[in-house]
């Protein structure tokens, strides 16, 4: 699923919807010349008349660049270059005044459907994107949580893949909120969530928990791996300015982690549990820091210590 912030992607949305718009108006000009025997344009028959169309001028805009690395914008860059090279030749022949093939004409009716397919499917994916994220920072919504989780669990059941999951909690945010206003604790949220993502893999996920607690999602890793990773999401987030007040006092928030693999044999509710006793020992051993529950026996004595220390 595409993730981004939300003003981000309804303003990414619409565009494609204008876009889309666009590639249709540029389909039945085509069809015109074709069935009418009209001369064609000539940006149609040039080798970038991909990046020469209406729908092409916004695609390969300069601040798509990291959107066009994802799986639904590639599949889409090619198929829609695929199509301007076959428009091209069946608009040579009607300039050329010769019979357009059959071939060439099905080729390009058949890559006009499936530009169109993956333009949709990105459209609606768009669509459930907005649907599901927490419209405040952008993360996925908690109702998120289980569904996908399970799916990635049975993952590794069947050794396809392994995954982990992290609980993330802000240190002391209940402090800015008190001294700044929710307004500043808001934005501080926005500006944490927006620099986890940018530490993450485009296929990891981040989900709203509740409050200033949030869950990853960490595919294809085993422990190892993904402490790494969240290692670097942590140095990464302390060194971040995430807001800054009306007198321009910056903003820095350092974040606890609780990591544990996504166990194939446990309940996704169990792996859930480990992360937080995870975050409590993280939390408890002095914040800003990222501790790793596994089922060893000194993991459970510092847990159990934790829980019946006084608070």
């Known amino acids: 699923m595409i993730h981004m912030h939300p003003p981000d992607l309804q303003r990414l949305h619409d565009e494609l919807r204008d876009a889309i718009r666009d590639h249709a108006d540029w389909h039945r000009r085509v069809m015109r010349t074709l069935v009418c025997r009209l001369p064609p344009e000539p ?7 991909h990046r020469r169309c209406t729908f092409g001028r916004w695609f390969y805009r300069a601040e798509h660049q990291d959107l066009r690395a994802q799986p ?16 091209a030749r069946v608009l040579l022949e009607t300039r050329a005044n010769a019979a357009i093939s059959h071939e060439g004409f099905d080729e390009f009716v058949d890559g006009c459907a499936r530009l169109r397919l993956e333009l949709d499917s990105l459209y609606h994916e768009m669509e459930a994107a907005l649907r599901n994220c927490d419209p405040l920072t952008g993360a996925y919504g908690r109702v998120e949580i289980l ?31 008190d001294t700044y206003g929710h307004g500043i604790g808001d934005k501080a949220l926005v500006g944490a969530v927006r620099c986890v993502t940018e530490h993450l893999r485009p296929y990891d996920k981040v989900f709203r928990y509740g409050g ?26 302390a060194a971040t300015q995430l807001a800054v007040t009306e007198a321009g006092e910056r903003i820095f928030l350092t974040a606890s982690f609780g990591l544990t693999a996504l166990e ?18 993280a939390k408890a051993a002095g914040r800003n820091r990222v501790v790793c529950r596994d089922p060893a026996t000194s993991t459970g004595l510092m847990l159990e210590q934790v829980l019946l220390s006084p608070h």
């Open 264 to 281: 194939p044999d446990l309940a996704v509710e169990e792996s859930i549990g480990r992360a937080d006793q995870a975050l409590l020992l």
């Open 212 to 237: 200033d607690e949030f869950l990853l999602l960490l595919p294809g890793v085993r422990l190892d791996g993904a402490q790494h990773l969240v290692e670097r999401i942590r140095a990464g987030l």
């Open 43 to 49: 940006d149609d028959l040039g080798e970038d008349a």
């Open 147 to 177: 569904p996908v989780l399970r799916e990635a669990r049975e993952l590794a059941l069947r050794n396809v893949q392994p995954s982990c999951i992290a609980f993330m909690d802000l240190d002391r945010f209940k402090a800015v909120n």
């Open 72 to 87: 639904p914008y590639q599949a889409i860059e090619v198929e829609h270059a695929r199509l301007h090279r076959l428009a």
